[in-house]
């Protein structure tokens, strides 16, 4: 398939699907109608911290691996650049919520988080640029869209100050960029069919990693 039509395959056959059963899930249907409890937020925000400390190295490790092509070298570098600031941000939103600094430092991945942040590893260290790719193209545009969600209800229902949403605000922007430039790796590496099928197959996986993330933790900080 041609890499644009590929990759607009992509979008529209799995991962615009899977936006729309993550916003369906329990815990957005609970964070518009203000009923999301405070615990569930603090989840959010712990296992994404220690989510994007785990993916910071695994960006730094992919600088080096990759450090022979300097088109994928820069890529790595500027999305490292992208992220390094990440996890300081949803610790502002999580100690906003009541949270503390040892909070942050005594807290573990929850079963569903860690097989979401390690099979995200494992595209970045051991896949091919495209597999790699593929696991920020579907993640990025999930996470701009819960970004919205949660920049949107948590003023309205929450009163928590501008400052806390600093981190939503980021990825509803930022993350449509970083989109494209995922797209455009895949558009450049994805160009037999093994290798389309291989991604694809990932892509739905990966899908299936954030709704369940979701799903765990609701359930763990009920």
């Keep these: 398939m041609e890499p644009d039509q590929f990759v607009n395959s992509m979008v529209v056959e799995i991962i615009e699907p899977g936006l729309k059963k993550l916003m369906e899930t329990q815990y957005f249907e609970e964070l518009r109608q203000g009923k999301l409890s405070i615990r569930r937020l603090q989840g959010f925000s712990l296992q994404h911290y220690i989510t994007n400390v785990a993916l910071n190295k695994g960006f730094a490790l992919c600088m080096v691996k990759y450090a022979h092509d300097a088109e994928l070298y820069k890529h790595f570098a500027y999305q490292y650049n992208e992220e390094a600031s990440h996890p300081d941000l949803v610790k502002k939103f999580g100690l906003a919520l009541g949270l503390k600094e040892a909070d942050f430092e005594d807290t573990t991945f929850i079963f569903e988080c860690l097989s979401h942040t390690g099979a995200a590893l494992r595209g970045m260290l051991t896949g091919s640029p495209a597999e790699n790719r593929t696991w920020a193209l579907v993640n990025e545009s999930m996470v701009c869209r819960y970004s919205e969600e949660f920049a949107t209800f948590l003023p309205k229902n929450y009163q928590l100050a501008d400052a806390a949403l600093e981190f939503f605000r980021v990825h509803w922007v930022a993350d449509q960029d970083?989109?494209?430039?995922?797209?455009?790796?895949?558009?450049?590496?994805?160009?037999?069919?093994?290798?389309?099928?291989?991604v694809r197959k990932i892509a739905e996986h990966a899908i299936r990693f954030k709704v369940a993330k979701f799903a765990g933790i609701y359930r763990e900080y009920a």
């Design 178 to 198: 970083h989109t494209q430039r995922a797209a455009q790796v895949i558009r450049n590496f994805a160009n037999t069919p093994q290798e389309q099928d291989r």
